[in-house]
């Protein structure tokens, strides 16, 4: 789990380097979907942001910044790989986990995409650019960074839940208890009085005098005695 926070966090800071540099970003697009005579349709995948650069992108400045978005991309989609060995998950964050991975897939296609609050990457477009043209390829690293985000949030709580849960079953499993003392009184009383009966039937059976009549005077009928 470090390792994945501390992957992330890297992949964040490039990602600021990145933003910083978005109207950059924006004119690269600008100039190579000139080359490629596709200013109609919007950009739409990664794929295309690739083809660009590959064949429509004699500019060094234009190569580097595309080159950045992509190898982000890239970094991201190795993460996802990675959130899936550290953690086996549960139904909620597999899904989060696979909308990474659509998200990222080379051709899936992110026009209706728009990161909202507290990221302002599509207010930094002009409407027209925000609208049709590349509104959902800004917004394509943040909401992924984001949901990134929420994954490690919530895998958190899992295991700190597993780890309380633990404990508190530790502490419930019972243990030996001592009877109250009263219970332990009576319980002696009548094995004493047990013993007594015992001894009785005992010198009766074998008809020997009973010890406790030794020191007693024998009878003698009432009347004179010399």
Known sequence: ??????????????????????????????????EAHDLIKPVSSIVQVQCYKDHNCYNSTDRRILNMFI?????????????????????????LVAKCKELLNDSNDFTALRATYPHGVVNYLSLEEAKNRYGGVVSLIPIVIDTMREWINYTKRNMLHA?????????E????????????????????????????????????????????????PPGKHP
Request: charged letters at 35%.
């Open 163 to 171: 780890v309380s849960d633990g404990h508190a079953t530790c502490k």
């Open 71 to 95: 190898s982000i991309c890239n970094d991201l989609r190795n993460l996802c790989q990675k959130l899936e060995k550290v953690h086996p998950g549960d139904r909620e964050s597999n899904s």
């Open 173 to 220: 499993t019972p243990s030996s208890q001592t009877p109250p003392a009263r219970h332990v009184e009576a319980q002696t009383s009548i094995s004493n009085k047990d013993t007594v009966q015992l001894q009785d039937r005992e010198c009766s059976k074998c008809k020997c005098e009973d010890p406790r009549l030794k020191n007693k005077a024998p009878w003698r």
């Open 1 to 34: 789990m470090d390792e994945v926070v501390a992957t992330l966090r890297k992949i964040e800071e490039k990602y600021k380097l990145f933003q910083q540099q978005q109207f950059t970003f924006i004119r690269a697009l600008e100039r190579t979907r000139e």
